[in-house]
């Protein structure tokens, strides 16, 4: 195992306790006709600082690196608290969904398919097993983008690493759950 320092200061892997929702990461979707993307939303525990204070180093250094890019045909580069930025509170955003009770979340997309991997770096193979609920790491890059007028700083999905299961945020029960008991004695009344 490599002691190497991450070279990329706008390259973060999340703590194990980010959770994931909206997870579209086996078939890429369009999105309004556009470009089909993979995608997935962070949800992070505003307690894990050490993955928030990162992801802010990153955001960051995407923007100094981007100013160029920002700047445009205009006269100056806008002030990175004037453009949109990934990292967003969940508290602020989504305060009726208690999945998002106390932390932040942002949105990482890519045009290609994610890495995915278990807890021992084994690829995940059944798609059953990678769902909107799961708790695991994500391998995320942070960069500045212009795009007819808008501008600011986007996040792009490297690879995710499933380290637990948790509650399916999507609101349906999975197949091994609605039927791990017996209890069908009504099946044929």
Known sequence: M?????ANPMKVITGPDTRW???NVWEPKSINGGTPK???SL???KTDTKTVTKIKAAIEAAYKEGEAKLKGSGRSVPALAVLKTPLRDGDTER????????CYFL???STTAPGIVDADRQEIIDRSEVYSGVYGRASINFYAFNTNGNKGIACNLNNL???KDGENLGGKARAEDDFATEDDDDFLA
């Open 43 to 45: 949800i992070i525990p």
């Open 95 to 102: 305060p009726d969904d208690p999945a998002y009770d106390n």
């Open 21 to 23: 929702s909206y997870a």
């Open 2 to 6: 490599s002691n190497v320092k991450n």
């Open 161 to 163: 690493q499933k380290i």
């Open 38 to 40: 993979y995608s997935v």
């Open 107 to 109: 949105n990482a997309n």
